[in-house]
Nanobody
Framework: QLQLVEAGGGSVQAGGSLTLSCAASGYGYSRYSMAWFRQAPGKAREGVAAIRVGGRIYYADSVEGRFIISRDNAKNTLDLHMNRLNPEDTAMYYC?????????????????????WGQGTQVTVSA
């Protein structure tokens, strides 16, 4: 089992940057696929970026070229570097983990794929 704690959210103006971090506690972190999801008020939770066990990365089209996901298996951490933020990026951001690998972009960015979730960290982007 893995416990996940997010940090780094906040308020920023459009065009700015933020970095989110997720700290994982538990055994075998390197064997988990990891992802960032977000949920805006009144909308479904959507996959933003995912990194597989072997390091392959997927991004949602809406953040491709602006966000960068990375993991450090030695420190049990997952980061999301967010650049050129816009008001449509405003949401609660969640860290998620899946035991073993996910196998495609669609599965790695699907909410149903993941077994463990953090409590979330709020990101607010003002125009």
């Amino acid at each position: 089992q893995l416990q996940l704690v997010e940090a780094g959210g906040g308020s920023v103006q459009a065009g700015g940057s933020l970095t989110l971090s997720c700290a994982a506690s538990g055994y075998g972190y390197s064997r988990y696929s990891m992802a960032w999801f977000r949920q805006a008020p009144g909308k479904a939770r959507e996959g933003v970026a995912a990194i597989r066990v072997g390091g392959r990365i997927y991004y949602a089209d809406s953040v491709e070229g602006r966000f960068i996901i990375s993991r450090d298996n030695a420190k049990n951490t997952l980061d999301l570097h967010m650049n050129r933020l816009n008001p449509e990026d405003t949401a609660m951001y969640y860290c998620a983990a899946r035991v073993y690998d996910c196998y495609s972009q669609s599965s790695c960015l699907s909410r149903a794929t993941y077994d463990y979730w953090g409590q979330g960290t709020q990101v607010t982007v003002s125009a």
